[in-house]
Structures are given as structure tokens and as C-alpha cells.
């Protein structure tokens, strides 16, 4: 019969024995290790016991219990792996098993224990690129791990030895990160929107130390090595999921503010976020500007989420900026640069493009544009609206900072600028509008003396205009005249502020200012002198004799008496000669001489002088004393100018405690009876000089006649005309009397400071000025 079978061996993997020849690392004691034998090597191999190499060995029973072992069996083993790792290497259990063990000593943390991590959580030292984007950090193999015996392996068992698609991301992220940790202020990195060119955040300065400022400079370059790196190596990096996984890092050096200013700043931002550098004109007041170097192939844009244009949000945002505050500040700062063009040549960009994409706007989206000043005028030291530019100015009108003549540069954007509000010429509620808006930015606050005299060529201009007869003209002057009927016309008043015409009175010759001078400054507001009177009345201001009338104060008692002076000069004997036709015929030739020189006497005759003195007789009145006190008409309130007997020039509330001379009168006429009244004179003053000055009153006068000999009444009335030449100022051969007032100069904004001022002034600029600029 024939011999049974033999059943095949079972598999080596159903085996639990195993063997180690001598050269292999031996592992931990075990029972189920069989001594090694040479001359049993084939028996072993046919009862299925396994003889075991070096990779077997440590991936099966000891690298297991790596975790274990006492710090000496784990440098032996480590040692063995190290020194036999050419033959190791193409075990691929082994790398597999090697790559899940924390063995590698990296770099301390100060203040913590020297960590041990798995090789692929760390990076290679040798690579420049990462030792600078992780510098300091506990991401390195230290010590003896770093040399060039435990490298090799290192790499085989996952240290990241390159920047990849998987590590760049990190980099960038960590470079960012790096960024924010030293400026947690930096302006501009992620969001549109914040102003660069704000003067107030400059102002603030830089609390950082120079070690700061020198750690920020070496994160920069950091950051610039490896964007440059990024587009080195564009070809292997790039996918579509490569630009999702680093659009929102921002690690891309960038520059905040004008460029080439003295005021331009580093930063670090997305790609997202940043312009390209040919965009710069379009949006670098609101968002950062994009380091040339670092601009990415154009088909990377759309996964970077680059956009160039930028978005029409930016482009608002950033000519809002630009234009807030007209800019003056940002045109002043400008660099002259060779690199970098003018304003002008800027804005006309920002125009440009502008009209390209003006037709695909919405309603909406065009509004916001309108209003805002970004076309630079006046030799571009400031930015206006277009709502202020007109095709065509008068050759003779400078009605700047409200109107201008649209520059030649622009003429091409002719067609959007109208769009935009731009008119073919100012017309007089056009500049009336801006004469309100400018109040209505700033009301109350005093204007500097350029604004003050712009303001009054722009009202000259629109009165001039008021009553053209121009169709096109009719329901403008229809709106200028509903404003000055309301009194809503804004005019400078004497303080420098823009105040409502109806809100002022102006001094009208010398009564006029004789009473403002009497008048509480807090109760009135008087118009700035620079202001004409052809225009005041034009805006129909009042003046103020009409507005504040002066009136007997009731609370003092008026006693009426026959005869006044040591002399008793009785009511009686004055008025006589008063109405005496000699007297009048004196007193019209003192007139006509005087007519020459004020105006206020040309409209009288003869025949009117002697009415007034017969009428003046009829109303003369004597009193023991008398006060009198200033009401506004309006509204009644009293706008006396009171002193304080503790020091003069303090205003009072309550007229109590004013004293009670600082309103006495010796001769007035009310206004509200018709009394001529003249009080019991002072010391060392004579009653008829009191008369006098009541007649010059009563016949208009702004200054005393020189006719108190003329009441004398020991003169007779038939020498009164012979006496006219000898009572002229300068004798009997005096000429005609000079101008009233030609000696007196008012000064206006611009006029030349007179040499004996020159030391009281000091010039501190803090901007340039420009030439013919008032200062």
C-alpha cells in the first residue's frame, strides 16, 4: 500500500517561534525565541520557524515598546537604526513604524522640558527658507538630531525637508501670524475701508522700541523670501486648492499710504486684500498696496482672489478719503519723487477709469460718487466736487475755494464730470448753495482771512448777477431772492465766523457806528467791514440804527425845569433864538460849509435848515438829569453796554448794578416823543456847546457844528451870519475842510502789515503757502 501523505507545513505567519542569527539586533528575551543554530537553519525552515532580520526584529518586538524603555535602550536602538540605515531604509514596515514614534529631540521652549516629537511634526534644519519662517520656534531637531549622520534618516521618516503644497501653506500662515503678534494695530491687512492717509494716526507716533521695529523688518524679509520662493516655484506648487489654502494668509508685503511718502508704512496682507501695484492710483488711501516683487502669474488671480480693477467699493472708499477735508493736507505731503506721477496725472487715472465704468453703474453706485472731491484745482493744492467745477468763469472773478474753471487736463472727462454736477458757469444760487453748505459744515467756526475774502467775492458776485435778465438766470435769482428775503444768505460777520445775514446788522456811517459802539458785543453781530455796503444792501442786512433804538430809561425819573446853568438860561430865550431867521441863515451857511466833507448834510437848504431849528424849538425840553439806554427793536430786549463799578468792561445782566453815570446824558432826542431834551450841564461845560450838539443832532450831523457861539445870547442875531468864516476849524482863510475820514485806514485781509507792526507778528507756518495767498 502506498505510503500516506505528508500534510503541508503550516504558514510562517501561524508560527510562533522565531530565530535571530547573531548579526541581527536582538530583541527583547522571550520563550518564544529559539536559540540560533547554523546547522539547523533548514530544519527550522521546514517546521515553519522564522528566521528574522533587522527590520523584522525592530518592527515586531522592539520598537513597540519604544515607549518603555529606559533612556540607554533607546539611544542603543536608535543607534542601531543610525548606523545601519543604508541596508534599513527599503524596509517599508520599518519606515512605517519609524515614522509613528516620537524618538527626535527638538528644540527647547523657555521655560518647559526639552520635548521629544515624531520626525514628520518637525522641520529640517538645513533649509534656509524654513529655519527663517519658524525661527525660535520648537519645530527643529536639536542637538546631535540635527547633524549630518541622524539627517538622512530624518528625511526617509517624514522631516519636512522642502516647501511643498502642503508646507507653504503653513509657512504662510505662520508668517502672518508672526505679523499680527508684532503689529496688532497694522491698518489695512484684511478689510477696506480704513483711512491711511488720516493725519490723526500719524500723529499718534510709534510706541515701539528699535528692537521692535527690527524684529517687524526681519518678518518682512522673511515674508518676501517666500513669496519669492512661491513664484520660483509656481510650477509645482500651484493648483486651484493651493491658492483656496493660502489666498486668506496674510503674509503678502505690501506698503500702507501714498507711495514714496515719508509717511508710507510696511505691512503684511492677504492677496485677497491688496492691490497690484499698476492699481495703486485706484484705492491706496483704504487698502495696501502690493510689493512688486510679489505680484503672482495673471492665472493665478482668480483662486488668489486678486482683482484688478479693483472693486468699485474700493475706489469710493479711497477718493472719500482722499477728498475728505479737500484733501489739502495729502496734496501738500505730496513726494516729489521722479517715480511717482503728480496729482494731476493720478486723478486723471482715477477719472479714467471712472468713465469706463460709469455706464454699467447702477443709479445707487453713481450717487455715491457725486459730491465727492477728487478733481485737484488751484495748482493742485486742493481737491473739489465737481459740483463746484464750471466749463467757464468770468475772466475777472476769483470766486475760488467755491467755483473754478474746470482744468484743461480734464476737458476729456468734460462728459462725466457733468454727470457728476459740473455746470457751463456759476449761477447765483449755485454759489449761494455752496455759501450754505460750507456754514452748514462747520457753523460758527471762524474762517481764515483766504475763506473770509472768497466768501465776499463770491456775495459781490451774486448780487452783480441778481438781476440779469436771462432766461436761464430768472429762477435763480428767484431762489437767491426767497434766501434774502428769509435773511438766509451766509455772510462773515466781524469775528471771522459764516452767520445768516438775517442774523446781522452792519454800521451805516458814523451814528451808526457811534451806537454799536454803545451796544453789548454779545447782543449784536456786526458784518465783517470787508463786506460793502452796495452788498449789504443787496442782502437787505439792517443796519444798525434801524435795529437798536436809544430811548429815555424809565427807571430813572426825568424832571422837567425852566432854565438851566449858573446863569438860569431860561427854555424860553433858547428857543427864541433857535427860530430866529438870522440864527437859521448862520447855521445853513455852517451847513453848506460843512456838506463837503459829510455826506449826511448835502440833502439840506436853506429852507430846510430853518424848518428843522423852528421845529427843534417847538420840541426843546430842560431837565435836571436824564439817562437813556439801548433797546432792540425786534424783540425789545435791552442791549445797553454797562460797566461794572469793580472794573469797566465787564457786560451786566442786571442794569442794578451798573453804575449810575455810565448812561447819563446832557442832550438827546427821543426818538419815540420827539422831545429835543438837553439836561443840566457839567462842570466847566458851557450849555450853549450842549445846545449845539443837539442841533447837529436834530440836522443830521454825524460830528458837532461849530455853532455854540451862535447861541450865545450875548451875540445879537444880526452879526450871526458875519461870525460864519471866523468859527471855521483852521481860522478865517482856511479852505474847504478835508473828507471827514480820510485819515483813518480800514484794514482788510491781505492788505501789507505796516512796518511798525512788523515786530508784534511772527510766522509759524505748518503748511506751504501758496503765492498771493493771504496769511
Same mark, same amino acid.
Not at 457733468?418 to 454759489?431: F, H, I, K, Q, T
Not at 425845569?561 to 438860569?568: M, N, R
Given at each position: ?9 503550516? !504558514? ?42 533587522? $527590520? ?35 524596509? $517599508? ?86 505679523? /499680527? ?6 491698518? %489695512?491687512?484684511?478689510?477696506? $475701508? ?22 517687524? &523688518? ?24 493651493? *491658492? ?79 477728498? /475728505? ?19 494731476? &496725472?493720478?486723478?486723471? /487715472?482715477?477719472? %479714467? ?127 437767491? &431772492? ?12 466781524? *469775528? ?5 445775514? $438775517? ?21 449784536? /453781530? ?54 430866529? !431867521? ?28 430853518? &424848518? ?93 457844528? !461849530? ?22 476849524? %483852521? ?45
Amino acid at each position: 500500500a502506498a505510503s500516506p501523505a505528508h500534510p503541508p507545513p503550516p !504558514p510562517t505567519s501561524q508560527i510562533p517561534w522565531y530565530t535571530c542569527p547573531p548579526h541581527v539586533f536582538q530583541p527583547p528575551p522571550t520563550t518564544l525565541l529559539i536559540a540560533y543554530r547554523e546547522d539547523a537553519r533548514r530544519l527550522y525552515q521546514a517546521l515553519g520557524i522564522h528566521e528574522l532580520e533587522d $527590520g523584522d526584529v525592530l518592527t515586531r518586538f522592539v520598537l513597540p515598546q519604544f515607549g518603555e524603555m529606559d533612556a540607554d535602550c533607546r539611544a542603543e536602538t536608535m543607534e542601531h537604526l543610525r548606523s545601519n540605515w543604508s541596508k534599513l531604509r527599503g524596509h $517599508g514596515d520599518l519606515l512605517e513604524a519609524v515614522r509613528e514614534i516620537p524618538f527626535v529631540e527638538c528644540a527647547e521652549v523657555p521655560g518647559e522640558a526639552r520635548a521629544m516629537r515624531k520626525a514628520c511634526e518637525l522641520y529640517d534644519p538645513s533649509h534656509p527658507l524654513l529655519l527663517r519662517v519658524f525661527k525660535g520656534q520648537p519645530v527643529f531637531p536639536c542637538g546631535s538630531w540635527a547633524g549630518s549622520s541622524w539627517l538622512p534618516l530624518l528625511r526617509d521618516v517624514g522631516l519636512q525637508a522642502d516647501v511643498d503644497k502642503s508646507t507653504f501653506p503653513k509657512c504662510a500662515k505662520h508668517v502672518a501670524a508672526r505679523w /499680527r503678534a508684532m503689529n496688532p494695530n497694522a491698518a %489695512g491687512s484684511n478689510d477696506v $475701508g480704513n483711512n491711511i492717509c488720516d493725519d490723526s494716526a500719524a500723529a499718534e507716533g510709534d510706541p515701539r522700541t528699535q528692537d521692535d521695529t527690527a524684529r517687524s &523688518e526681519e518678518v518682512y524679509a522673511c515674508a518676501l523670501d517666500l513669496v519669492q520662493y512661491m513664484l520660483e516655484h509656481m510650477d509645482n506648487l500651484y493648483s486651484p486648492q493651493f *491658492g483656496e489654502s493660502v489666498r486668506e494668509a496674510a503674509f503678502v508685503p505690501a506698503t500702507l499710504g501714498l507711495p514714496f511718502s515719508s509717511d508710507v508704512q510696511r505691512t503684511l496682507t492677504t492677496y485677497r486684500a491688496a492691490l497690484l501695484p499698476a492699481d495703486w492710483v485706484l484705492g491706496w488711501s483704504v487698502a495696501p498696496v502690493m510689493d512688486k516683487a510679489c505680484v503672482p502669474p495673471q492665472f493665478t488671480w482668480t483662486s488668489l482672489h486678486i482683482q484688478s480693477p479693483p472693486s468699485f467699493a474700493t475706489l469710493v472708499a479711497h477718493l472719500r478719503a482722499c477728498g /475728505r477735508g479737500g484733501g489739502a493736507s495729502m496734496l501738500a505731503r505730496w513726494p516729489s519723487a521722479r517715480e511717482l506721477a503728480g496729482p494731476q &496725472e493720478v486723478f486723471k /487715472r482715477v477719472l %479714467g477709469r471712472l468713465a469706463t465704468a460709469w455706464p454699467e453703474l447702477t443709479r445707487e453706485e453713481q450717487s455715491q460718487v457725486r459730491g465727492v472731491a477728487l478733481v485737484p484745482v488751484a495748482s493742485c493744492t486742493v481737491l473739489v466736487a465737481p459740483d463746484r467745477l464750471y466749463l467757464r468763469l468770468p475772466d475777472t472773478k476769483d470766486l475760488a475755494p467755491f467755483a473754478f474753471q474746470l482744468p484743461a487736463a480734464y476737458a476729456q472727462y468734460s462728459e462725466l464730470l457733468s454727470e457728476l454736477g459740473m455746470r457751463e458757469s456759476p449761477s447765483p444760487d449755485a454759489l449761494l448753495s455752496c455759501l450754505v453748505a460750507t456754514h452748514r459744515r462747520a457753523p460758527g467756526a471762524c474762517m481764515n482771512p483766504n475763506d473770509s475774502l472768497a466768501v465776499v467775492r463770491v456775495l459781490k458776485h451774486v448780487c452783480a448777477n441778481l438781476n440779469c435778465n436771462t432766461p436761464s438766470s430768472s429762477s435763480s435769482s428767484r431762489a437767491v &431772492e426767497a434766501a434774502i428775503s428769509q435773511g438766509r444768505v451766509p455772510v462773515p460777520d466781524s *469775528g471771522g465766523a459764516l452767520v445768516m445775514s $438775517g442774523e446781522c446788522v452792519r454800521a451805516r456811517g458814523a451814528a451808526g457806528t457811534r451806537l454799536l459802539a454803545q451796544c453789548n458785543p454779545s447782543a449784536l /453781530r456786526l458784518v465783517h467791514s470787508c463786506v460793502d455796503a452796495e452788498v449789504c444792501d443787496a442782502l437787505r442786512v439792517p443796519a444798525v440804527e434801524d435795529v437798536v433804538r436809544e430811548e429815555l430809561d424809565d427807571s430813572f425819573a426825568v424832571e422837567t425845569v425852566s432854565s438851566l446853568g449858573p446863569e438860569k438860561v431860561t427854555r424860553v430865550a433858547v428857543a427864541e433864538r433857535l427860530s430866529h !431867521p438870522d440864527f437859521a441863515k448862520a447855521v445853513a451857511q455852517e451847513v453848506f460849509h460843512a456838506a463837503l466833507s459829510v455826506v449826511e448834510l448835502r440833502c439840506h437848504s436853506e429852507q430846510s435848515v430853518q &424848518e428843522a431849528l423852528s421845529s427843534a424849538a417847538a420840541r426843546l425840553r430842560f431837565v435836571t438829569v436824564m439817562h437813556t439806554r439801548l433797546v432792540h427793536v425786534p424783540d425789545g430786549r435791552d442791549v445797553t453796554l454797562r460797566l461794572t463799578a469793580e472794573g469797566a468792561g465787564d457786560h451786566l445782566v442786571d442794569p442794578r448794578r451798573a453804575i449810575a453815570s455810565d448812561r447819563r446824558r446832557f442832550e438827546f432826542v427821543c426818538a419815540r416823543t420827539s422831545a429835543v431834551l438837553v439836561a443840566e450841564p457839567p462842570p466847566a461845560v458851557q450849555l450853549d456847546t450842549l445846545v449845539a450838539a443837539v442841533v447837529s443832532r436834530v440836522l443830521g450831523s454825524p460830528v458837532w457844528l !461849530p455853532i455854540a457861539a451862535f447861541i450865545s445870547l450875548d451875540v445879537s442875531p444880526h452879526v450871526l451870519p458875519d461870525l460864519h468864516r471866523s468859527l471855521h476849524p %483852521g481860522g478865517a482863510n482856511a479852505g474847504p475842510p478835508a473828507r471827514l475820514g480820510t485819515d483813518v485806514q480800514l484794514w482788510q485781509p491781505g492788505q501789507a502789515v505796516a512796518r511798525c507792526e512788523m515786530p508784534l507778528l511772527q510766522c509759524c507756518p505748518l503748511r506751504p503757502f501758496a503765492a498771493g495767498e493771504v496769511v
